[in-house]
């Protein structure tokens, strides 16, 4: 998802929006610019790539303004390249813009029509000329502005400015986040709470068709038709977070490690450790009153929610739908009110379960949302938020957030079991005991593998094909492991039920195959056992990952055996979640690759 910075302030802006675009770099980007106003002209500076790349630009051509602003682009209409960054003109006005105009041809053929010339490839720069056109046919800018806004379709979010005048921005939300920052004499606009923080951490959030009249001493909001509206202001977190990497050289190998503490965190929101049982949630729905959780989510969010399925049908004896987000609502499931829906996402933005959350709405459902952030636009559209208390996620790739959101996900099984009388108070107090152990044990593994699977890391990073297996909530695990792979290390990796190899995937075994089988000493090893003297005998290289009883019972040769502690049941895909972040981190880290960013992805995906 791009970035949006805008300051309307006192001494020179463009190194602040700089320094703000710099904590959004998360959300990942191809290219990067400034617009200012001074002495009433508008100028900007653009680069492709990196924001230092930027920043070079502007200590050979310093930008001078007390007003600008700025933006990350991550290229959706047009190549990531220095004509198609932000910001965009038109005349007077200067744009930038996240998200997708989705009847972006359709204007610029009206628009060419009318003489207009398109300098980029992107749908941006048509919002630009139609407030220019208005501008021409003699609108004022806050109008110009609002009569744009009624012919775009899609979702967006906008900051605009107009030569001449260096005390106004307009900003407006449809879909992807945009806050505005209250300060003294000044103010803001930005995409999260995380770009505001070097500035404020007072906070006011747009809702979706929501626009903003933005100057230094105040911010008039109105909705779509036109109507003044007060929205709450609130202070943010955001301000308290110190987003660096610390003593680590990529934030994702930062958060691997914070795991321990986040996932304590997390848990202790929904576990009573002192007396042994799950807390009473504040829950608009009883567990013991509904027929069926119907979960949705994107990406390694829908993994999470795959292993909750097994926690929640297991131990609950509750039936789980699951989908994807981009397919739920187009699959038509017949939904009663007698369901409740739970929507996981980091961010809290993603567009497809924002979109799925809504249909579930219509249909009267009860809408749950495990997020990270609690400010966000399906926490608020959600009946209930259920908070993964990981903290800011800079890289790309999720670790921390998968680990607390699964630590939600075992709490809610365990209580919904309580709640549906399928375990007894003994067994909820055993559950709960192994759920508390999960800090201890997450930190055990990273120091017992870490610096076995950094030295493995080295000979993976040579193979072009990975494989990965697992069963029962492994399978889910296998999916991620392969996910984490193909991000960071742009490996090609497939993640598969180990019971599925004979239908298919066999049939890629040599010796230039890795596989990476995901196998605790359970009820079933033996049967996986099965699956990896499969893959030796076609000379298939087998990277195990079990505990103690695991390597001591496992008959077959390996390529490495990583072993971890012998952890409980219901905890066993929390920890065994880290040493397939560890060897998709380290593989990177010996590609070369771009750890944190990695290309062609986003942080967070607010459009469909």
């Known amino acids: 998802m791009c970035g949006i910075v805008a300051v309307v302030g006192k001494t020179q802006v463009a190194p602040l929006i700089v320094d703000a675009l710099k904590r959004l770099e998360y959300r990942g980007y191809d290219s990067a610019g400034v617009a200012t106003i001074h002495a009433g002209e508008l100028g900007r500076r653009r680069a492709q790539g990196k924001l230092v790349n930027l920043e070079n630009r502007l200590k050979d051509e310093p930008l001078p303004g007390a007003i600008g602003i700025g933006h990350t682009r991550w290229a959706t209409h047009g190549v990531p390249n220095e004509t198609n960054a932000h910001p965009h003109f038109s005349g007077d006005v200067a744009v930038v813009h996240n998200g997708i105009i989705e009847n972006f041809a359709e204007l610029r053929d009206e628009l060419i029509a009318d003489g207009y010339l398109f300098i980029s490839q992107t749908d941006t720069e048509v919002i630009a000329h139609l407030i220019e056109r208005e ?56 995409s999260d709470a995380i770009a505001l923080a070097p500035f404020t951490n007072s906070i006011t959030y747009l809702e979706d068709g929501d626009w903003v009249v933005v100057r230094r001493d105040s911010a008039a909001i ?161 009946d209930v938020v259920l908070p993964t208390l990981a903290g800011p996620e800079i890289g790309v790739a999720s670790t921390k957030a998968f680990t607390c959101q699964l630590s939600v996900l075992a709490s809610l099984a365990v209580r919904a079991a309580v709640e549906r009388g399928k375990v007894s108070p003994e067994e909820e107090k055993a559950l709960v005991r192994q759920l508390s152990e999960t800090p201890r044990f997450a930190n055990q593994t990273l120091q017992r593998i870490e610096r076995q699977i950094e030295k493995l890391a080295r000979e993976l990073s040579y193979y072009k094909n990975v494989l990965y297996l697992g ?89 490495d055996t990583i072993v971890l502690p012998d952890v409980p049941e219901i905890i066993s895909p929390i920890v065994y979640a880290l040493p397939i972040q560890l060897l998709a981190y380290y593989t990177a880290v010996f590609m070369g690759t771009d750890v944190d960013q990695p290309r062609n992805l986003a942080k967070s995906v607010t459009v469909e």
Not at 153 to 182: E, S, T, Y
Not at 471 to 493: C, Q, V
């Open 471 to 559: 069963r029962d909530t492994n399978f889910p695990l296998a999916m991620e492991g392969a996910l984490k792979l193909k991000e960071i290390s742009y490996i090609h990796a497939e993640g598969y039920a180990a019971g599925e190899l004979k239908h298919g995937p066999i049939a890629l075994i040599d010796e230039k195959m890795p596989v990476v089988v995901i196998a605790p000493y359970d009820r079933i090893f033996e049967k996986t056992v099965s699956n990896m003297q499969e893959v030796a005998a076609r000379g298939g290289k087998i990277i195990l990952i079990t505990d103690e009883k695991g390597a001591a019972n496992a008959t077959v040769e390996t390529m």
């Open 135 to 190: 501008l021409k046919r003699g609108s004022a800018p806050v109008e110009a502005a609002h009569r744009t806004l009624k012919r775009l379709q899609g979702a967006f979010a906008l900051a605009i400015m107009f030569r001449g005048d260096d005390n106004l921005v307009i900003g407006a939300r449809n879909g992807p986040p945009l806050a505005i920052g209250h300060g003294e004499g000044e103010m803001f606009l930005g």
């Open 222 to 382: 109105f909705d779509a038709d036109g109507n003044a509206v007060e929205r709450r202001r609130q202070q943010s977190q955001g301000a308290a977070y110190l987003v660096d990497k610390g003593n680590r050289r990529h934030f994702m190998e930062k958060e691997i490690h914070e795991q321990p503490e986040v996932i304590s965190h997390t848990l202790a929101h929904y576990l009573d450790f002192a007396n042994g049982v799950t807390r009473k949630l504040d829950l608009p729905f009883d567990f013991n009153a509904i027929d069926r959780l119907a979960i949705s989510a994107c990406g390694t969010a829908y993994l999470a929610g795959l292993i909750g399925k097994y926690w929640f049908e297991r131990y609950a004896r509750l039936p789980v739908d699951i989908d994807i987000a981009s397919e739920f609502r187009y699959r038509e499931m017949p939904l009663s009110a007698r369901d409740v829906a739970l929507f996981i996402s980091q961010s809290g933005e993603t567009a497809d379960t924002l979109a799925s959350l809504r249909y579930c709405r219509e249909a009267g459902m009860t809408i749950g949302a495990v997020v990270n952030v609690r400010e966000s636009t399906i926490a608020r559209e959600s």
